[in-house]
């Protein structure tokens, strides 16, 4: 399973766009990039998944380089509701393996 | 969307006791998934339940000290035994539906051992 690495932390404000971005160096050809969110006292949420270019849904965006040794989770226009920990995944089936994650904290 | 339902949401136990904690899912999965959270930590996979086989379980984890049930395609419990302090964490199930898209988990259960 490819290993991950985030930054451990970010800080952003109200209205603006949050860039997250995840390493993953060895992800393996069968590999899909997933993010998860996880507000305190609950388990993680799925957000969005990708295998290559660009993933948007309602919620968040997800951009893929050629190379996919990396990927960027977009949330556009955070509130203070988004304050949570943000998980990176890569891997193929149903088994997840969690990273570190990034927490982020949005201020009014 | 799927619904997981966890039990007891929060437990504080004495050393030395077991606890089961129990996850019930909404409709039948065939895979189900238990992990660790330790407090301010990621999600550490515990063991995958399938529908009448044995646990598999990850590195670093027994049955003897985690044994888990499956017994049927909507249900599943693990139990922590033997408790110490360092067993302090949240318990999280999860299922995926038979998909790769998308994991459900539910809303955890915190323990605390005293």
């Known amino acids: 399973l490819a290993k991950t690495t985030q930054p451990i932390s970010m800080d952003s404000y109200e209205g603006q766009e949050v860039n997250i971005t995840c390493s993953h160096n060895n992800i393996a050809t069968n590999d899909y990039i997933t993010w998860y969110q996880q507000f305190p006292s609950q388990g993680p949420r799925f957000i969005i998944q990708?295998?290559?270019t660009k993933v948007t849904n309602e919620v968040a965006s997800l951009f893929i380089p050629a190379d996919r040794k990396s990927s960027t989770l977009s949330l556009p226009r955070v509130s203070l509701s988004d304050t949570a920990v943000y998980y990176c995944?890569?891997?193929?089936?149903?088994?997840?393996?969690f990273g570190g994650g990034t927490r982020l904290m949005v201020k009014p | 969307s799927a619904v997981i339902s966890q039990k007891p949401s929060r437990d504080i136990c004495q050393r030395g006791t077991s606890l089961t904690i129990q996850c019930q899912v909404d409709s039948q999965v065939t895979m189900m998934f238990w992990y660790r959270q330790q407090p301010g930590q990621s999600l550490t996979l515990i063991a995958t339940?399938?529908?009448?086989?044995?646990?598999?379980?990850e590195s670093g984890f027994v049955i003897d000290k985690f044994p888990i049930s499956r017994p049927n395609l909507t249900f599943s419990t693990l139990t922590v035994s033997n408790m110490s302090p360092e067993d302090s964490s949240i318990y999280l199930c999860?299922?995926?539906?038979?998909?790769?898209?998308?994991?459900?988990f539910g809303q955890g259960t915190r323990l605390t051992v005293v």
């Open positions: 999860s299922h995926d539906r038979d998909r790769d898209t998308e994991a459900f």
């Open positions: 339940a399938n529908q009448g086989s044995e646990a598999t379980y």
């Open positions: 990708g295998y290559k």
């Open positions: 995944l890569v891997g193929a089936g149903n088994m997840l393996t």
